[in-house]
C-alpha cells in the first residue's frame, strides 16, 4: 500500500487539546508536534519535570513516516488510548532530525508537546531520536523491533518471536508485527475470496508466472466465488500488467496506488477468505488480526530462514493454512484462530508503567 504522509493540519478541542484531522494522517492523537523546532531542549524543566502532569499518560509515537511503521503504532496507541486514555503525540522524526552524539548523550530535541510517559519507536530511523529521548527521564523508552544497538539502552522491547528474542522481563515476543486492523465479530457468510501480493523479496524467489498461475486456479477451481486482487508497492510491473488485463467476471483488481488507507481494513471485513502471498508478512499478519480465514501462496524460500521459519510456525498453530491445503481452508465454516497482538502489547506496556509509578 502507498505511504501514508503526515502533513495534516490541527484543529482544537473544547478542552484547549489539539486533535489532527487530514488525509492519511494515522490516528487519533493528542495533537501533531511536526511545527516544533527542532533545537536542543534549552528548559531543563521539559526533559524531567513530572509537575502537573495529567493522570493519562502521555505517549509520544516516533514515526519515520512508513506506512508499515505508521500502522504499527496506529493500532498499537489506539488500543493505549482505549484501555488507558492514553494521550497520543505523533512525532516524525523526520521533522525532528538528531545526530547520533545527540542520541548517545539522551539529549532530546526540542518538540512543543506534554512531557511522555511513553516514548515508543517503530522503524530503524527513528532510534537516534528514541535514544536521544531517554533525556526524558521520568519516561519509559520502548522499541518495536529488535534494536540495532545494545537492547539495554532502552527500556522496554517488543520483538517480533521469528528474531528468537531473549527471555527477559524487559522483552515481550509478538507474533509478527502489530497492526492497526481489529478482529472482526464474525466470519462473513459471503462467498468473497481476497488475493494479496506482495513481490521481490530477499526471503523468497518470487515468481510472477507462478503467482499468476495460482489465481487462475483460484478462478477456475472456485468459479462461484467473487476474486478481489491487490498489488502492493513490490509487485513487478510486468505482473501488474498481467493482472490489469485478465478478463473474468468474477475477478477484480485494484491497484495498490488507487487504494485509501482504510482499504485493507474494509476488505478483510468484507471477505471469507484471505490468500496471501509469503513475502508480504505485514498483510498475512493483517488478515490474521482480522480473523479471516488465511492461506498462504507457494513461493519457494531463499536460504534465509527466519520469516519463513515463523510462517511454517503459523502452519503447525493451525492460523495459517498452505497452498496445498487450499480445499480445506476453502470450505472452512468455523472462525480461525485470530491475533490481537496490538491489544496484548498494549496491557503489557501499560502493566509497565504501573510498576514504573510506583
Known amino acids: ?100 552524539w545527540q542520541a548517545l548523550a539522551a539529549r532530546p530535541p526540542r518538540i512543543e508537546a506534554p512531557a511522555p510517559d511513553l516514548v515508543i519507536g517503530a522503524g530503524s530511523g527513528t532510534h537516534a531520536l528514541l535514544l536521544a529521548c531517554r533525556g526524558f527521564r521520568d519516561a519509559l523508552t520502548v522499541v518495536l523491533m529488535r534494536p540495532g544497538f545494545p537492547s539495554r539502552w532502552v527500556d522496554l522491547k517488543v520483538i517480533p518471536e521469528h528474531d528468537r528474542p531473549a527471555a527477559r522481563g524487559d522483552i515481550l515476543a509478538t507474533q509478527g508485527a502489530l497492526t492497526a486492523v481489529r478482529p472482526n465479530p464474525r466470519l462473513s457468510a459471503a462467498r468473497r475470496g481476497l488475493v494479496l501480493l506482495g513481490g521481490e523479496s530477499p526471503h523468497f524467489h518470487w515468481r510472477d508466472d507462478s503467482i499468476l498461475d495460482q489465481l487462475l486456479t483460484l478462478l477456475r477451481e472456485y468459479p462461484d466465488w467473487r476474486w478481489t486482487v491487490t498489488s502492493s508497492r513490490r509487485t513487478p510491473a510486468p505482473l501488474v500488467a498481467r493482472l490489469r488485463e485478465l478478463r473474468a467476471p468474477n475477478l477484480r ?28 508478512v505485514s498483510m498475512l499478519y493483517e488478515s490474521l488480526t482480522a480473523g479471516v480465514a488465511t492461506g498462504t501462496l507457494d513461493l519457494a524460500c531463499t536460504g534465509k530462514a527466519r520469516v519463513a521459519g515463523g510462517i511454517r510456525a503459523l502452519c503447525r498453530r493451525g492460523q495459517v493454512l498452505a497452498w496445498r491445503d487450499r480445499a480445506a481452508l476453502m470450505a472452512a465454516s468455523a472462525r480461525p484462530p485470530h491475533l490481537w497482538e496490538a491489544n496484548r502489547v498494549a496491557h503489557w506496556l501499560i502493566d509497565r508503567y504501573q510498576e514504573a509509578r510506583l
Open 1 to 100: 500500500m502507498s505511504s501514508d504522509t503526515m502533513n495534516a493540519s490541527s484543529t482544537h478541542r473544547s478542552q484547549g487539546e489539539a486533535r489532527v484531522a487530514g488525509a492519511g494522517w494515522p490516528g487519533p492523537a493528542l495533537f501533531d508536534a511536526g511545527a516544533a523546532s527542532s533545537a536542543l531542549l534549552a528548559d531543563s524543566r521539559l526533559v524531567a519535570s513530572a509537575v502537573g502532569r495529567p493522570a493519562r499518560p502521555v505517549v509520544w509515537l516516533l514515526s519515520d513516516d512508513k506506512a508499515g511503521h505508521v500502522n504499527q503504532l496506529r493500532g498499537l496507541g489506539e488500543r493505549l488510548e482505549a484501555l488507558s486514555g492514553a494521550r497520543l503525540v505523533w512525532v516524525s522524526c523526520r521533522r525532528h532530525r538528531v545526530s547520533w
Open 253 to 280: 483488481f485494484h491497484h495498490h496506488d488507487d487504494t485509501p488507507v482504510d482499504w485493507l481494513p474494509r476488505q478483510l471485513r468484507a471477505h471469507r477468505v484471505a490468500w496471501v502471498s509469503p513475502d508480504s
